[in-house]
Nanobody
């Protein structure tokens, strides 16, 4: 019972920046973490970044570490992904996801860890 609404995607030149937003509604008090994933043609959705809802701990894929920054604003029930130094290989549909698991083993980089997903927003980086 968590609804996610994403925004911020668009077209940008190589080396440019974008800021993605994901607003959560519903039973947001039960969310443990929010994740960002992306899908490119011919590949499954891959982990990009994640942030815990209360502890503000962040996690990043090696491919984006140092370029992307995840953050959250609990008062606004919103998470963000700042994309800097964008490359054409970053072109993908970006999704946010919510994890409501509070116990048991956790793999925060796995798609299976998350129960709710946004609609996705297209990011296109031109050469």
């Amino acid at each position: 019972q968590v609804d996610l609404v994403e925004s911020g995607g668009g077209l940008v030149q190589a080396g440019g920046s974008l800021r993605l937003s994901c607003a959560a509604s519903g039973r947001t008090v039960s969310i443990y973490a929010m994740g960002w994933f992306r899908r490119t043609p011919g590949k499954e959705r891959e982990f990009v970044a994640a942030v815990t809802w209360s502890g503000d701990n962040t996690y990043y894929a090696d491919s984006v570490k140092g370029r992307f920054t995840a953050s959250r604003d609990s008062a606004k029930n919103t998470v963000y992904l700042q994309l800097n130094s964008l490359k054409p290989e970053d072109t993908a549909v970006y999704y946010c996801a919510a994890d409501r698991t509070w116990s048991g083993s956790r793999v925060i980089t796995s798609r299976a860890q998350y129960q709710y997903w946004g609609q996705g927003t297209q990011v296109t980086v031109s050469s």
